[in-house]
């Protein structure tokens, strides 16, 4: 399954929303769809998972929604510390997929 | 609180076998989950390999199914990766992860990965 993340790289200043996009090539089956957020040098972080579950020590400020082939991470209130690249990973199958990953830029 | 550490050499010459240990603490593998490796070439996303369990069951990416094994050690509460014939592209960070449970699942937690060169 293939997984299609826009925009590739979206500036926003703080306070702002963002909406990030991930499309699936395919339905996502069970609503098998994670986010993660990766800063510059360090492993990914999970966020999001079964689209709209947020993980341990998540805020609240992170959402996720979407089913079948749509879905979307959404950041309110951001901040300089939200500045990273998001990538959705699809697990209802092998091989897990992960979209090429959005660049969110805060300032 | 469970963490992940790889561990390997850095640099590997081409046409070798890359061999990484992902060493776990915090949580006894023999206990359950699935164990995940997943790469990242500089500067581009992340690509999953494969994903074992401690009973030996492991899950290979298809196309890099002719030069992956995956195995794991309980008792030294271990798991680990090699992959033959490496070339440039297999250049990469490669972490360890756990799976949330069975191997369609996300991952968490990730080791802090480890950057494998494949150079002369």
């Known amino acids: 399954n293939v997984l299609t993340q826009s925009p590739g790289t979206l500036s926003l200043s703080p306070g702002e929303r963002a909406t990030l996009s991930c499309r699936a090539s395919?339905?996502?089956?069970?609503?098998?769809l994670a986010w993660y957020q990766q800063k510059p040098g360090q492993a990914p972080r999970l966020l999001i998972y079964?689209?709209?579950g947020r993980a341990t020590g998540i805020p609240d400020r992170f959402s996720g929604t979407g089913s079948g082939t749509d879905f979307t991470l959404t950041i309110s209130r951001l901040e300089p510390e939200d500045s990273a690249v998001y990538y959705c990973?699809?697990?209802?199958?092998?091989?897990?997929?992960f979209g090429q990953g959005t660049r969110l830029e805060v300032k | 609180q469970v963490q992940l550490q790889e561990s390997g050499p850095g640099l590997v010459k081409p046409s070798e076998t890359l061999s990484l240990t992902c060493t776990v603490s915090?949580?006894?593998?023999?206990?359950?989950?699935?164990w995940g490796w997943i790469r990242q070439p500089p500067g581009k996303g992340l690509e999953w390999i494969g994903s074992?369990?401690?009973?030996?069951?492991?899950f290979y990416k298809s196309s890099l199914k002719s030069r992956v094994t995956m195995s794991v050690d309980t008792s030294q509460n271990q798991f680990s990766l090699e992959l033959t014939s490496v070339t440039a592209a297999d250049t990469a960070v490669y972490y360890c992860?756990?799976?949330?449970?069975?191997?369609?699942?996300?991952?968490?937690?990730w080791g802090q990965g480890i950057l494998v060169t494949a150079s002369s």
């Open positions: 915090g949580y006894s593998i023999g206990s359950g989950y699935y």
């Open positions: 395919q339905s996502v089956i069970s609503s098998y």
């Open positions: 074992l369990y401690h009973s030996g069951t492991t």
């Open positions: 992860a756990r799976h949330s449970s069975g191997y369609l699942a996300w991952f968490d937690p």
């Open positions: 990973q699809e697990y209802g199958s092998t091989p897990i997929t």
């Open positions: 079964g689209v709209s």
